[in-house]
């Protein structure tokens, strides 16, 4: 093997064990879904204020106070329904359905009510990120 092959090998193996130990939380996969498909209209910190909402014909929700506006409760189930979507919805409003982007594993997730809801795993991680944005 050669120094350079070496050294590279050597790298790669520090940043596959840097990797092993630090397994991305619900929460940071969220983020990285929100950064993706929702900081363009919703900006960084959920404010409504992302680089293309003033070019929209109706202000982005700031997602920073959707708890403050249902009594200091996180709307999940609220929240869920409206990014994902649902057949008619679409119409109602600027944004779009997400739900075939956040396809992905079907895990179980309760409900306020106690209800047991089959949900796509990459949509409960955006949920538990905007709920990290609560003002």
Same mark, same amino acid.
């Given at each position: 093997?050669?120094?350079?092959?070496?050294?590279?090998?050597?790298?790669?193996?520090?940043?596959?064990?840097?990797?092993?130990?630090? *397994?991305?939380?619900?929460?940071?996969?969220?983020?990285?879904?929100?950064?993706?498909?929702?900081?363009?209209?919703?900006?960084?910190?959920?404010?409504?204020?992302?680089?293309?909402?003033?070019?929209?014909?109706?202000?982005?929700?700031?997602?920073? +106070?959707?708890?403050?506006?249902?009594?200091?409760?996180?709307?999940? *189930?609220?929240?869920?329904?409206?990014?994902?979507?649902?057949?008619?919805?679409?119409?109602?409003?600027? +944004?779009?359905?997400?739900?075939?982007?956040?396809?992905?594993?079907?895990? *179980?997730?309760?409900?306020?009510?106690? *209800?047991?809801?089959?949900?796509?795993?990459?949509?409960?991680?955006?949920?538990?990120?905007?709920?990290?944005?609560?003002?």
């Amino acid at each position: 093997m050669t120094n350079t092959g070496y050294a590279v090998a050597v790298m790669m193996a520090a940043g596959l064990a840097g990797c092993a130990g630090s *397994e991305d939380t619900t929460a940071d996969k969220g983020q990285s879904i929100y950064e993706s498909f929702c900081v363009s209209c919703h900006g960084p910190s959920g404010q409504g204020d992302g680089p293309i909402a003033d070019q929209l014909p109706s202000a982005p929700v700031d997602l920073s +106070m959707l708890s403050a506006s249902n009594d200091g409760v996180f709307p999940a *189930e609220r929240v869920m329904t409206q990014v994902y979507g649902y057949p008619g919805r679409y119409h109602q409003g600027m +944004m779009p359905e997400f739900g075939p982007v956040l396809s992905g594993p079907m895990v *179980e997730w309760t409900s306020p009510q106690g *209800e047991t809801v089959l949900t796509p795993q990459p949509l409960l991680d955006l949920v538990t990120y905007l709920e990290t944005l609560q003002e």
